[in-house]
């Protein structure tokens, strides 16, 4: 499934065995779950939340980030690979939340 260039409230999407990617998408909360496959989100704008998760698979977070926002990355049992270990706070201080999970995969923040 791809979703791309649209400007919305809230974004639920679940997948089993494929995958889902959003691309330039400026929401409130998004989230994005899926199992045994990819969950992507390159160049997401968020206000509140937006939640990558994965089992047996991949989460990615691609584009910038705002400057106050919080980013939370974490695999268990996988890999966790982020590009700018500078950009990891998880603090919430009423500012947007980028989280990016996965269990038994990979958990990538670019």
Avoid: Q, R
Wanted: aromatic residues 4%.
């Amino acid at each position: 499934m791809l979703i791309t260039d649209i400007e919305i409230g809230k974004l639920y999407v679940e997948v089993n065995n494929g995958k889902v990617e959003v691309v330039n998408l400026k929401a409130d909360d998004v989230f994005l779950k899926c199992y045994n496959g990819l969950a992507s989100a390159t160049n997401v704008e968020v206000t509140h939340v937006c939640t990558l998760d994965t089992l047996n698979g991949m989460s990615i977070l691609e584009g910038t980030i705002t400057k106050d926002a919080s980013l939370e990355v974490d695999c268990e049992n996988g890999v966790t690979e982020v590009s700018d270990k500078k950009k990891v706070n998880c603090k919430n201080d009423g500012f947007a939340h980028y989280m990016v999970h996965c269990l038994n995969g990979k958990a990538i923040a670019k």
